[in-house]
C-alpha cells in the first residue's frame, strides 16, 4: 500500500461504536431479557413538529443553493441574539461559523489554533472524540485527573500540566460522560489564567441547554473573547442529530482563519439544516419540557443505583450517567453485561478512566429502570 498518514495509526474506532454495533447480534435473540441499548448519545425525544413542518415547506418553494460562507446571516444573528438575551454576552453575526454539526466546529478548531508539537490538556473524564483530533494535528492530548475535585478542573491542577509546549485547554462542561457541571469560580479561574498564559480555551457546550441543577457557566464572558473558541449545537438539544448543524463562536480576528479551515473543509454547512436551526431559535427555543424529563429520568436511575450501595457521580446536566465498577477492565465487564443482561453501556475506559461506565439517558423510564435492575443484579453477582 501506498503511504498513509502516519498518525492514522495511532487511531482507533470508537469503542462506543464497537460496542453499539455488537448489539447488532442480540437484536432479534428472543429470550425473558430483550436488548436495551444504552450506549450512543442521541436523544430519543422528538424533533419538534414545527420544525420539520417550515422545512418542508422550505424545500418545497425555495431555491436550495449554497449558503452564505459561514452561515446564513439571519441564523448568525439569532444565535448571538440567544447569547445575549440567555447570558448577556455580547457577540456579532461575524463572530460566529455555522458548522456541520459540532464535530465539524471541533474539528475546524483544532485544526485552527493546534501546530505538531504542541500539548492540548483535557481534564478526566474526557469525550473520546477529541483525541483523536489531536492526534492528527501531530499533537499530544494530557490528561488531567480531577477525581479529588469533583471531576471539575481547577486552576491548581491545570497548573501542574502547563508547559512551553502547552497550546490549548479542551474543556467539556456539562460533562459527557459524568453530567458534572463547571462552577463559576473554577471557570473564572480557568479563564484569567489562559489569558496570563495565552492559552486558547476550546469550549465543547453542546450540553449546555440541558442542566438538572445549578447553572451553566459558559466560556464564552466578554474580556476573554481572544482566548475561547465556543463548540456547540442543535443535535442535544433540540433532537437534531440527524441535521447536522451546529456552530463556533470566537473573536472576529480568529473567525477570520477559523473561517479558512471550515470553507476548504465543508465549504458550508446544508441550507436546509440551517433553516432548521433558525426554527428552533425562533420557535422552540424553550426547551424545559425536554429538561424534565430528562432529570426526571436522571434522578430516578441514580436514585435506584444509591440505594443498591451502586456509587454513581451524581449528574448536574447532559443526558448521561457515569457509573462506577469498581475494580476491572470496562471494556471486559460491558461486554460480559451485554452477553449476560441484554444491556449494552460504554466502557469508562473510551473515556479514560476504566473503573467506570457509562449510560444514556435515551429510553423510557421504565426501560431505563429495568437496566438499571440489571446492572445492579450484575454488579452484585459472583460472575463479576
Known sequence: MLEINPYLDEIEISVIRKISEACTKYK?????????????????LPQPKIIKEDVANYIVEAKLGYSQLGGIIELREEIA???????????????????VGSTEGLSTAIKTVVLPGDEVIAPLPIYPGYEPLIIMAGAKLVKVETKDDGYELTVEKL?????????AIILNYPSNPSGVIISKKNRDDILNFAKENNL??????????????????????????????????????????GWRIGYLISSKK???????????????ASIIS??????????C???????????????????????????????????????????????????????????????????????????????????????TDRIIEFINSPRV
Do not use: W
Open 28 to 44: 432479534n435473540i428472543s429470550g425473558d431479557k430483550c436488548l436495551i441499548n444504552l450506549t450512543i448519545g442521541e436523544p430519543d
Open 81 to 99: 441574539k440567544y447569547y445575549k438575551d440567555k447570558y448577556d454576552i455580547d457577540i456579532k453575526a461575524d463572530e460566529i461559523i455555522v458548522t
Open 159 to 167: 497548573k501542574e500540566f502547563v508547559n512551553k509546549k502547552t497550546k
Open 200 to 241: 486558547y480555551i476550546i469550549s465543547d457546550e453542546v450540553y449546555s441547554e440541558i442542566i438538572f441543577e445549578g447553572e451553566h457557566n459558559s466560556f464564552l464572558q466578554n474580556g476573554y473573547r481572544e482566548n475561547v473558541i465556543l463548540v456547540n449545537g442543535f443535535s442535544k438539544s433540540h433532537s437534531l442529530t
Open 254 to 268: 480568529l473567525r477570520d482563519y477559523l473561517l479558512k479551515v471550515h470553507q476548504y473543509t465543508v465549504t458550508s
Open 274 to 283: 440551517q433553516k432548521g436551526a433558525l426554527v428552533a431559535l425562533n420557535k
Open 285 to 371: 427555543s424553550c426547551i424545559d419540557e425536554q429538561i424534565g424529563i430528562y432529570r426526571e429520568r436522571a434522578m430516578k436511575v441514580y436514585s435506584r443505583l444509591k440505594e443498591a450501595g451502586v456509587s454513581a457521580i451524581k449528574p448536574k446536566g447532559a443526558i448521561y450517567i457515569f457509573v462506577s465498577i469498581g475494580e476491572g477492565n470496562s471494556l471486559e465487564f460491558a461486554e460480559k453485561l451485554l452477553e449476560s443482561e441484554r444491556v449494552a453501556v460504554v466502557p469508562g475506559v473510551a473515556f479514560g478512566m476504566d473503573n467506570f461506565i457509562r449510560l444514556s439517558l435515551v429510553s423510557d423510564l421504565d426501560e431505563l429502570l429495568e437496566a
